[in-house]
Nanobody, 115 residues
Framework: QVQLVESGGGLVQAGGSLRLSCAAS????????AGWYRRAPGKERELVASIFSGGGTNYAGAVKGRFTISRDNAKNTVYLQMNSLKSEDTAVYYCKLSTNRSVYWGQGTQVTVSS
């Protein structure tokens, strides 16, 4: 059974930083694609950042230059480093793992940015 567990969310002031972690069990990030998504109150879930099997990355325009997605294969963990946080970054952040068999989601972690 595949499980993704996010951590690292919390309350931070605008301009601050947080690092989210997503640890996987039952499958691996190595060789697969992973992503971070977020859902703000009253909005649809949206893609924040992706990291592909080969290590390439992709970012939503709203976070480009501020957020960095990375992967540690040894720890089977994907990270999202978030800098220069803004109030509009407030959302529940979800980790996603895409394998050739299925797609898996974490339970989400709340990020709240106070202005």
């Amino acid at each position: 059974q595949v499980q993704l567990v996010e951590s690292g969310g919390g309350l931070v002031q605008a301009g601050g930083s947080l690092r989210l972690s997503c640890a996987a069990s039952g499958s691996t990030f190595s060789g697969n694609a992973a992503g971070w998504y977020r859902r703000a109150p009253g909005k649809e879930r949206e893609l924040v950042a992706s990291i592909f099997s080969g290590g390439g990355t992709n970012y939503a325009g709203a976070v480009k230059g501020r957020f960095t997605i990375s992967r540690d294969n040894a720890k089977n963990t994907v990270y999202l480093q978030m800098n220069s946080l803004k109030s509009e970054d407030t959302a529940v952040y979800y980790c996603k793992l895409s394998t050739n068999r299925s797609v898996y989601w974490g339970q989400g972690t709340q990020v709240t940015v106070s202005s």
